[in-house]
T-cell receptor, first 117, second 111 residues
Framework: GAVVSQHPSWVICKSGTSVKIECRSL??????MFWYRQFPKQSLMLMAT?????????EQGVEKDKFLINHASLTLSTLTVTSAHPEDSSFYIC?????????????FGPGTRLTVT | KQEVTQIPAALSVPEGENLVLNCSFT??????LQWFRQDPGKGLTSLLL?????REQTSGRLNASLDKSSGRSTLYIAASQPGDSATYLC??????????FGAGTRLAVHP
């Protein structure tokens, strides 16, 4: 149980283009989803939190117009990197929680490797 | 502001050794602490979740302890195997929704 998938697992795009990453909870309804970013040999940094049907809450320093997050249903959240640049190349990981209570566990997806050339 | 530190940053050991990975956090007002494993280029696998009311959790060869008052947690790996090679991350809540991660301990177990 509690499986989270991401698609694609890796993507290469050209500078200036936009790329969409999907995060799905496969066997539970995710009231809250989270997007993290991880640079090589560094830890995960939370980018934003999204609740189904409402606007995402972005962490300080994260550009909301560049990283568009849509949590359209209880099983799907998408992260769109707009006008991507090489410095956006990173490993993006989503997680999901099946309860609005923040004390409940988050379940993590396998990650998406983004390379911007 | 919650900060999480993991020591050592890297560890290389021969197979069979018993290992201790350390995690410390600055704000002891946490309701749980979680240990994860991350293989290269992969997502996170949850290993153990310790609630604030617990002092330790065990899963197979893994044992995690939590001492809130001192702001420390320890992950003990018994009889290490090459398959245990990975990065181990600890994380604590940094607010209602946020998880604060340590930088991780990169473990290499060689035959």
């Amino acid at each position: 149980g509690a499986v989270v998938s991401q698609h694609p697992s890796w993507v290469i795009c050209k500078s200036g283009t936009s790329v969409k990453i999907e995060c799905r909870s496969l066997d539970f309804q995710a009231t809250t989803m989270f997007w993290y970013r991880q640079f090589p040999k560094q830890s995960l940094m939370l980018m934003a939190t999204s609740n189904e049907g409402s606007k995402a809450t972005y962490e300080q320093g994260v550009e909301k117009d560049k990283f568009l997050i849509n949590h359209a249903s209880l099983t799907l959240s998408t992260l769109t990197v707009t006008s991507a640049h090489p410095e956006d190349s990173s490993f993006y990981i989503c997680s999901a929680r099946d309860h609005p209570d923040g004390t409940y566990e988050q379940y993590f997806g396998p990650g998406t490797r983004l390379t911007v050339t | 502001k919650q900060e999480v530190t993991q020591i050592p940053a890297a560890l290389s050991v021969p197979e069979g050794e018993n290992l201790v990975l350390n995690c410390s956090f600055t704000d002891s007002a946490i309701y749980n602490l979680q240990w994860f494993r991350q293989d290269p280029g992969k997502g996170l696998t949850s290993l153990l979740l310790i609630q604030s009311s617990q002092r330790e959790q065990t899963s197979g060869r893994l044992n995690a302890s939590l001492d809130k008052s001192s702001g420390r947690s320890t992950l003990y790996i018994a009889a290490s195997q090459p398959g245990d090679s990975a990065t181990y991350l600890c994380a604590v809540p940094g607010g209602y929704n946020k998880l604060i991660f340590g930088a991780g301990t990169r473990l290499a177990v060689h035959p």
